[in-house]
């Protein structure tokens, strides 16, 4: 079974600051990680992946995340926040034979003060 | 190229009614996932279909039920319904396991 943890359900930032955004999982195969962004009444889009190789992926928007397998973590970070950025954030595991499967986490949702 | 379609955008349902969503997958993708996002929750699995057949299933009841057309096109359909099942309704097509683009969702309310 694989699961995720979100550290903290809400976030705030001054606009500017960094953004970190805490993910811990759990899974006995070799995961696939994936951070999702939700805007209020809308689905969601993908923001970045990582699969294999390279711990640190970039991905949309100025967002990127680190792979540490020791930690079991995959924290999500952007140096400088955007009132734009201000949503809810997803972290999600999938692997093994659940390939297809995405488990999520909670969520934390992100306010971005001016 | 077009995303990830769902229909309706909202539903109200009664009690015990029954329920049909439906997805049009994105262009060329041959895999749809459904997925249960409750108020303040992150989506949960329901079921994936991959070329027509089921490919896996989360711990749903087997009141969820799903399709998937040659078009790969899908339905969720839920029968019994319970005032529980109001939530969001993503809809995730994929050509590969790597990633998952997601519809806007269908609202449902059961009241």
């Known amino acids: 079974a694989q699961s995720v943890t979100q550290l903290g359900s809400h976030v705030s930032v001054s606009e500017g600051a960094l953004v970190l955004l805490r993910c811990n999982y759990s899974?006995?195969?070799?995961?696939?990680l994936f951070w999702y962004v939700q805007y209020p009444n809308q689905g969601l889009q993908l923001l970045l992946k990582?699969?294999?190789?390279?711990?640190l992926v970039k991905g949309i928007n100025g967002f990127e995340a680190e792979f540490k397998k020791s930690e079991t973590s995959f924290h999500l970070t952007k140096p400088s926040a955007h009132m734009s950025d201000a949503a809810e954030y997803f972290c999600?595991?999938?692997?093994?034979?659940?390939?297809?499967?995405?488990?999520f986490g909670q969520g934390t949702i992100l306010t971005v003060h001016p | 190229e077009t995303g990830v379609t769902q229909s309706p955008t909202h539903l109200i349902k009664t009690r015990g009614q029954q329920v049909t969503l439906r997805c049009s997958s994105q262009?060329?993708?041959?895999?749809v996932s459904w997925y249960q996002q409750a108020l303040g929750q992150g989506p949960q699995f329901i079921f994936q279909?991959?070329?027509?057949?089921?490919?896996g299933r989360g711990n749903f009841p087997p009141r969820f039920s799903g399709l998937q057309f040659p078009n790969y096109s899908s339905e969720l359909n839920v029968n019994a319904l319970e005032l529980d099942d109001s939530a969001l309704y993503l809809c995730?097509?994929?050509?590969?396991?790597?990633?998952?683009?997601f519809g806007p969702g269908t609202r449902l309310t059961v009241t």
């Open positions: 995730a097509s994929s050509f590969s396991r790597y990633e998952q683009y």
């Open positions: 899974s006995s195969v070799p995961p696939y």
């Open positions: 990582y699969t294999t190789g390279a711990t």
């Open positions: 999600a595991v999938s692997g093994g034979t659940s390939y297809g499967k995405l488990t």
């Open positions: 262009s060329g993708h041959n895999t």
């Open positions: 279909y991959y070329r027509e057949e089921e490919n």
